[in-house]
Structures are given as structure tokens and as C-alpha cells.
């Protein structure tokens, strides 16, 4: 018996609900007069066809005891809404679900995590929301503590944690969880380096101890070093089903479309949300001309419009460049504004030549206020390639390994 | 959603889970005949409330519940003192104004004693009335990311709020002699009053947390409607200053009888059982009302928080 069992899956989301910004003391009127109606008939669903749109659609598939399978695709394929679902957070619009076994799921590491708590007391109020039964908690108790290296502070409230030691506390109380079928969305994604590696090792524990594991995230190192098996989604619906390696390729095929330059007008509905809307992106040389093709030697700059609709204060923008399979080659970002009114803005980055290895990168870029408020996110923002330049009479002529190929300064002398 | 047996799948896998270390494959394999699935589809219409899954996470409501508490008393140099400081300043006000130069009548008791008599529950039913019509808004980022019964999360506002209504029985129980009065057998009936004032409570609080989630009006509504509510109860002024023509108003507010109720277990007044048992009546039915439409739209919770 198949421990999740699928069948012909989809879920329907109602989109619209938001007008376009009123511009005259007449369309206000207008909109605050039609706004409870449209409410009304976005929450009954008695809304058009251009007004819905399908997260997921038609998705079979069964996963056997012990089978670690990832989950890949793009932002809004529907990994998220498929995860949602299988937890039972959201109905499904149509289709059938079995599971047999117990499960748990962590779609994000420290759920109900309460600053004025201690470490002790978050410990306790996570793992309940996680399912664990108090016994279960007090039992693992002095484990969950030893595995997040955080023992000087646990009666410390957590607002006074670091990022790290917040994270590695709540991943350690997440990693106790010893469900027969485990469902994991991009959560091994935070802490250091050092960490990861921790929780990745305890990922691959979980698995071989032969529990069933679904698995999303975006680092294809990640899905290829946990799953044998993965499925790709592309607008709500598989589009690949079967080994790892195949996988990957295909959804790195997929990614090929490159985005050196996008922008969006006013009435286009652009990556963005209530808070911030995007309506440019380009990556440009710094040297020769646009649209020239971008050489590891050449310094470039990766430009961002967008319309701030809400005011801020300590505003900034940040990317994670990464490669083209989901590895973050570094993090950057502007220096907060202290105060951002609403408004147009464009914030630009400038990235040095020799820096960069050649080969496909994308950049996610995150508009954060308050200094750690994230108020949007637009994953693989841009995708471009940085192509490998002339080299050097004489030099090495093969393929250069490595994330980064930097121009470093060496000496070489003879000392006797 | 339909999830079946889902409260049997936990007490399985607790007799399956050994003490220590990991599950064993071969005791997950013997544990997954007796593992019931768990199917997961699209549901219609009205549905019952899954009393078994709710008994399941009584755990996570009860730790739900103190950690309200903790937070609220954090960080506050008074602590638990506001739990008395806060009616008293009321009554103290209200004695001023009411008791002293309005000199509304209090049907023969200290104003000071018949209006703190009538603020315990009333409080309590308001703070908890807008606490948990607010609490689903403000857990969304629980609702959107684990699974549990919603209905949790307002159950837990009104609970947290019991634990104040106490320490201020308490010290109206000790208040009660130093105005001369005394302790009757009529205390006897406090438990029953506090049952109704949270049914009525929970019945209110989950309608307005259910509407919240859709029309974040209701959030603002809820605090003037309450308001008024005050104003339909006898807290301030005695059922009897109530002309005969607007009485029915009391008849039809369950608040009117419970308040008068706990008036007459603290300060040895007779009881009205027939309003109260009426009232009790009409809570029950609020509470039937505001859970089952909970429960109706609680699968779209996760979809438009």
C-alpha cells in the first residue's frame, strides 16, 4: 500500500479581489461603494474565468513507504500548494488524497515561535503545534537542546537570540519530529554553512531510518544528494516524474529562458504585491555597450524599478545571486533608507569583473523594511549567462571549477 | 476537510513509538496495519464538529492558553496586579459617577459592591469576546503554515481570559466583608454562571474570529457593538431602574440574566431563575450558532488570512 496516494488533484484560487489604484476623488467613490460587492463575490467564488486561475491541476502520483522524494519546479508551479494541501492547511478543489501513516509537516522552521518566550517555552509551544504530545517533548527534551547549541540561553526569551541561534533552535526541535511520513518545504535553507550541513546530515538520517519524505526546495544539490525520485511541476501540473538526475536536467532546461532585461507597465500585472510592485529589471555592462555579451572579466549592473506603495522606514533591497542550480553564490544588499516615502525608486548593484565563474546565473531580489521585514520576494528576477572571456596566451585553456573565479593578487618569487 | 480517524492515528503511533531513538522499520512496518488512512478531499456544505480531533489537540489548546498568559504578563512591571487594578479602576469611576452623582440606585447594596459584582463578568466577557474575534487575524501566520483545528485558537482566547475572572472573584469575595456583607450558599451557583458567560462568550467570539477572516470590518464593529451591549446589561444600573416597555431587551440578552446572576450569588440576592435559565438557553444557542459557522468556513481560512 502506497504510504501517499494522489489522485487527479487540483486546487482553484480565486486572484483579483484588488482594483487598480484610483486616481480621481470620483473613481474612489466608485471603488468604495463596489468594494464590499466584489468582496462578497471573490469569497462565494462567483467570479469570471479570467478571475481564477489553477495552482494545481490534474496531479496523480503515489509515493511508497521510504521513498525520499523532491519536489522541484518554479515559484508558482504549485510545490507550495501541493505541500499546503497534503498537511490538510488548505481544501483541495478537486481530486482525492490517501495517506496512511503518520504524518507531519514543516512548511517553515520555528512556527509560532513568540519573542517575549523563552527557548524553553518556545520549545514546548512549536512541538505542540508541530503534533508532539508533551511526554514526547519532555523526553527529547535535553536532545532538541544539545542539537541547537544554544544550552546558555535556553531560559533567555528568544528575542534576545541571534538570527543563528533562533533558527538552529527551531530546526533542532523540528529535526526531534519522528513521523513515518515527513512533508519538508525549503526549510534547510537558513542558519550557516555549518548548520546546514548539520540539518542536511540529519535530513539524509531521517530517510535512511526508512521514513517517507516529501521534499521541496530550490537547491538542486540539495534534491540530488537527499532523493533518488523527483517530481517536477510546471503551471500546477507534473511534468516529470521519475529519477533525480533526469529531473534536475529537465527543470534546468526549463530555467533556460534568460532575463537580461523585463519591464512592466502600469497596467500589467507585474511580479510585486501590495507593498511594492516591479515594473524593470536589466543586467547591463559596465563597459562596451548594452547588450553586449556579458565575459567574466566585465563588471556589470543589475538595475531595479519598482513603485513603492507603501512608506517605510529603514528600507532596502537585497538579491541572493545564485547559480543556476539554486546554490547562493553570495548575498548583497543596498544600505537601509531611513525613510522611503512611497514612490518610484531604482536601486541599482554593481557587481566587479572578475569575479564571477562563467556559467547561467539567477538573482532573487527581496525588498525588506523595518531593517527585517520581508515585504516581497521575486525569485529568479533575472536569469543571464556570464560567458567565459579570452584567457591568457598560455594559460589553462579547460573548464575553470568553482562558483567564483576571482583575479587574485599572487607573488611568486624565488626566496633562495 | 474530511480527515478520518485522525485523532486514532496519533494513539497508535504513541503506543508504536518506543521510548527513545528512532522508529524502528520493522515496528513502523507491524505499527502500519493498525494505521488508519488518512483521506483528504473536497468537503460541501455544513459539517459536523470533529469533537475526537479537537480532544486530540488539547495539548496544543492548553499550551496555547498559557502562553497567552505568559505573554500577556511579561514585561509588565505590575503583572498580575492589572488583573485586579483594572475592574477596580472601573468601579471606581463608575461608583464616582454613577453611584455618587447620577446616584442610580443599587437595589439597597454599596454601589461600589453591586457594580464590581456586575464588571466581573462583564469584563471578562468583553475582553474575551474581542480577543478571540481577533485571534484567527492574528495567528495567520499559524493558520497558513500548520494544521490543527482552527477552532482552537479562539477557544484559547476565551480560556486565557478564566484565570483573571478567578483572581478577581476572589478578591471580590474578600472585598464582599469589609462592606459589611456576607458569604452565602448562593456562591454555590458561581460555576454554573461562569459556564454560561463562556459559552456565550465562545459563542460570540468564534462567529466575530469567522467573520474577521473575511471582513476585517468585523473586527472594529465588534469593539462599538460591545459597547452598546454594555449599555443593553445591567452592569451599571439594577434591572429594576429598566422601564417595563424595554425590559425585553434584558429578556433577549443573555448578558442581562448572567450578570444579574452573579449579582445575586456574590452579594446574597435572590436569584431570577427563570431569566437565567432562559438566558443559559439563548447562550447555548449562540454558541451553537457561531461554531457551526466556524466550521462551515473554516476550510477557507488558509485561503484568503
Known sequence: MPAISVHNLSKEYVIGGRSKPQETFREMLAEAIMSPYRRYRHLTGDVSKEERFFALQGVSFEVNPGEVVGIIGENGAGKSTLLKILSGITEPTAGRIEITGRTSSLLEVGTGFHSELTGRENIFLNGALLGMRKEEIRKKFDEIVAFSEVEKFIDTPVKHYSSGMYVRLAFAVAAHLEPEILIVDEVLAVGDARFQKKCLGRMDEIGKEGRT?????????????????????????????????????????????????????????????????????????????????????????????????????FFFVGVYFRSINGEIIFRSASAPLEEAPQGIYRSTCHVPGDLLNNGKYTVDLYFVRDGSTVLYKAENSLVFEVHDAEREPGSFLGELPGAVRPKLQWEMESVL | MRIAGFSRTMDTSMKNAPSHGALSPTSRTSGALSVPTKVIEPSHGWRMLDVKELWAYRELLSVLVRRDIKVRYKQSVLGVAWVILRPLASMAIFTLIFGMFARIPSDGYPYALFVFAGLLPWTYFSTAVLSSGGSLVASAGLVSKVYFPRLIIPVASVAGGLLDLLISMVFLLLAIPLFGGGWTANLLAVPVLVLGVVVTALGVGTLISALTVAYRDFGSVAGYALQIWMYATPVIYPVSLVPEKWQWVLKINPMAAQVEGFRSAFLGKPFDIEAIAVSLGISLALFVIGVAYFEKVERRFADII
Open chain 1, 213 to 313: 519524505v516529501l521534499l521541496v526546495s530550490h537547491n538542486m544539490q540539495v534534491i540530488q544528494s537527499l532523493c533518488r525520485r523527483a517530481i517536477l511541476l510546471n503551471d500546477g501540473k507534473i511534468e516529470f516524474d521519475g529519477g533525480v538526475v533526469s529531473a534536475v536536467t529537465e527543470y534546468s532546461r526549463s530555467f533556460s529562458e534568460i532575463v537580461v532585461e523585463r519591464s512592466w507597465s502600469e497596467t500589467e500585472e507585474s511580479p510585486g504585491n501590495e507593498s511594492v510592485r516591479l515594473q524593470g529589471v536589466r543586467v547591463v555592462p559596465e563597459i562596451g555597450w548594452e547588450g553586449e555579451l556579458l565575459t567574466v572579466k566585465m563588471p556589470f549592473r543589475m538595475e531595479f524599478t519598482y513603485r513603492l506603495l507603501i512608506s517605510g522606514t
